[in-house]
């Protein structure tokens, strides 16, 4: 006789709600990829006006509609979760605490 053990897969909004920004919680909540988005984010030199083809070429991807895309997913989904802030359409830059 076999035995399958089921097991559930994640939330995704259990792990949304994990990563969501609040006082006090470090980047290194967050996989590593969106650290590195963090990182180009908070850097001096792309504060407040960074696009996503951009984000996806200082990250080492390919300037292809693919890579953009899936660029500009992540960005979007960390400014829903409030780590980053989508000044106008298709322009980001982090988010900062007052």
């Known amino acids: 006789?076999?035995?399958?053990?089921?097991?559930?897969?994640?939330?995704?909004?259990?792990?949304?709600?994990?990563?969501?920004?609040?006082?006090?919680?470090?980047?290194?909540?967050?996989?590593?990829?969106?650290?590195?988005?963090m990182a180009v984010l908070e850097a001096e030199e792309h504060r407040g006006r960074v696009q996503a083809k951009e984000l996806a070429t200082v990250l080492?991807?390919?300037?292809?509609?693919?890579?953009?895309?899936g660029m500009r997913s992540k960005v979007k989904r960390m400014a829903e979760r409030g780590w980053a802030v989508e000044a106008r359409a298709g322009v980001f830059s982090a988010a900062r605490w007052a």
Do not use: C, N
């Open 1 to 37: 006789m076999r035995h399958i053990v089921v097991i559930p897969p994640k939330r995704a909004d259990a792990t949304a709600e994990k990563s969501k920004r609040r006082e006090g919680l470090a980047v290194t909540v967050l996989t590593p990829d969106y650290q590195r988005i």
């Open 60 to 69: 080492g991807f390919a300037a292809v509609p693919a890579k953009i895309e």
